[in-house]
């Protein structure tokens, strides 16, 4: 068998077929302090955590810092993807030009940061995958690897977690004011790179719908396709609206959640 076909297999059964052992290393590892951590595995990399992971032969990559030694080997032997059903959530702050205009490059940079290390946290905390930040930008994926069919309804567990962690549903309102987009479909997913500069990522047009929906939704809302609305099982009787996206020739239908809504807390059947 050539080996682009062996490594779109290897991809095909690494991405469909839930992983418990990855699972449960996933969730230890994220009790550990200290980020950044792998955006695949989510070994911590500094700290007590950190030390714990070099005990068992874990550490940050010295070519690629986005991965763990033993992830990053993984991705290089494996080098392709394969398409598999998932699930994608966009978030950034909304309005960051004008704040950083209010504050300094360095005050501006520790909101990046917090931004940074809440929404990895959040991530890994609903079975997801950090595909990578973007200026203000977080852009994470959901395949069935870790939470079978219920990628979207971790997708948008997540996104809501999101805005609570960024204090949206406080009184004294958020202290980054997020938008957020979630989308389902049919993904390309896998490692691209040449030789070890080797990344993980997703492709394909559900990619493209995701970041749209996240671009139009305000800050403390989150926009939902019909599709991943379906998949993660939110009431039918929610309010539902048609949104032109840009660069699409069709229009969507999309669902809006707040956390301050009275609906969101029980909008999953």
Not at 44 to 62: A, E, H, N, Y
Request: aromatic letters at 6%; glycine letters at 10%; one cysteine or more.
């Amino acid at each position: 068998m050539p080996a682009a076909d062996k490594n779109e297999e290897f991809w095909r059964d690494f991405l469909s077929h839930p992983d418990s052992l990855m699972r449960t290393g996933r969730r230890f590892f994220t009790r550990l302090p200290a980020d950044p951590r792998c955006r695949l595995c989510a070994a911590p990399f500094r700290g007590g955590g950190g030390r714990v992971m070099r005990l068992i032969g874990k550490r940050q990559s010295s070519v690629n810092p986005n991965y763990c030694n033993s992830c990053e080997k993984v991705l290089i032997k494996h080098h392709g993807g394969a398409e598999v059903e998932g699930s994608l959530l966009f978030a950034d702050i909304r309005g960051s030009t004008g704040l950083a205009e209010k504050m300094t490059p360095t005050g501006f940079r520790e909101v990046l940061d917090r931004f940074y290390s809440t929404a990895s946290e959040v991530v890994f905390g609903n079975d997801g995958m950090v595909d990578k930040f973007v200026g203000d930008e977080l852009v994470a994926v959901f395949p069935p690897l870790l939470s079978a069919e219920r990628h979207a309804e971790r997708a948008v567990k997540t996104a809501r977690d999101l805005l609570r962690a960024t204090g949206h549903a406080d009184p004294g309102g958020p202290w980054a004011p997020i938008g957020a987009g979630v989308h389902t479909g049919r993904v390309w997913f896998g490692a691209v790179g040449e030789g070890t500069h080797v990344e993980m990522t997703v492709v394909g047009d559900p990619v493209n719908v995701a970041a749209r929906l996240a671009a139009r939704a305000e800050a403390g809302e989150i926009l939902v396709s019909a599709a991943a609305a379906e998949k993660a099982g939110l009431e039918a009787s929610l309010r539902r609206q048609t949104l032109e996206l840009k660069g699409r020739e069709e229009p969507i239908e999309v669902v809006s959640l707040r956390v301050d809504s009275q609906d969101v807390a029980e909008v999953m059947n």
